[in-house]
């Protein structure tokens, strides 16, 4: 049960592209502090965030690390206590300088509009080192995530491979990509792009939105990964051609 809670938070979070950040303080004297900023997450399960210097979270975190970051699954009706959140609780420092070029390019494939961003405010990608989660799934399905339940094994490829295995995707297979999106997501869409690869999902995006794509295996390599993809246009071929048959 509490393998399956730690799978159902961890999809949350990766199917999330915006949170509540809370910090502590410092014009305040320690009082807690909310923001609402984007995200994305590393295979490790990590938050990696991208903030203005001037920012006042920002600020907080340059003198006191400590943080936690809120996302839920926001009721079109009804009860919002029925629905799942998920508080992650943390420390986030900045990403250091011979990691952050990288990363901040996987950012931008997932986040195009930050591309800007690097001519303004002096922004700087942080990184948020998980320390405990809390998960609430419903009524009565609440549990403390622990630290080693959360982090996962760091794949074998690097954000080199990463990156492209995803210019692969969009250059060759373009069409691989709006089947699947269909699929997860029912949504038709003629520009389709690949722009994050995880090693339990993807995230594919169109009409200026980010799509989160799960795989039914962890993949620990490129192979693994391939063959997910695969298998994923495959499924959606296969959908399509029987809905085709239907009409």
């Known amino acids: ?21 809370s910090t502590i303080s410092k014009n305040l004297q320690g009082y807690p502090f909310g923001s609402v900023s984007p995200f994305m997450t590393d295979n490790q399960g990590r938050l990696i ?34 629905h799942a959140r998920v508080t992650v609780v943390g420390d986030a420092v900045p990403v ?42 419903g009524f009565g399905h609440i549990f403390w995530i622990e630290e080693n339940e959360w982090h996962a094994q760091e794949p074998e490829w690097t954000l080199e491979d990463e990156k492209r295995m995803v210019e692969h995707m969009n250059d060759d297979h373009a069409d691989a990509n709006q089947l699947m999106l269909n699929l997860i997501h029912q949504v038709q869409a003629d520009d389709v792009i690949m722009t994050t690869i995880v090693l339990d999902g ?13 795989f039914e295996n962890v ?21 399509l051609s029987s809905e085709a048959e239907q009409d």
């Not at 006042?56 to 006191?64: A, G, K, P, V």
């Open 96 to 137: 250091p300088a011979e990691e952050s070029e990288a990363l901040l390019e996987r950012y931008e494939r997932q986040y195009p509009e930050a591309i800007s961003y690097r001519q303004a405010h002096d922004f700087q990608l942080w990184r948020m080192e998980v320390k405990r989660v809390r998960y609430i799934g």
């Open 49 to 82: 965030f991208y903030i203005a210097g001037i920012a006042q979270h920002s600020r907080n975190l340059t003198e006191d690390s400590r943080m936690c970051a809120t996302v839920f699954d926001a009721a079109d009706q009804g009860d919002q206590n029925a």
């Open 219 to 239: 993949c620990m390599d490129s192979k693994a990964v391939r063959m997910e993809l695969v298998r994923l246009t495959k499924a959606a071929r296969k959908a």
């Open 1 to 21: 049960m509490r393998e399956q809670a730690a799978f159902e938070a961890r999809t949350l979070v990766r199917q999330s592209s915006v949170c509540v950040i």
């Open 202 to 214: 993807c995230y594919l995006r169109a009409n200026d939105k980010n799509y989160y794509v799960q």
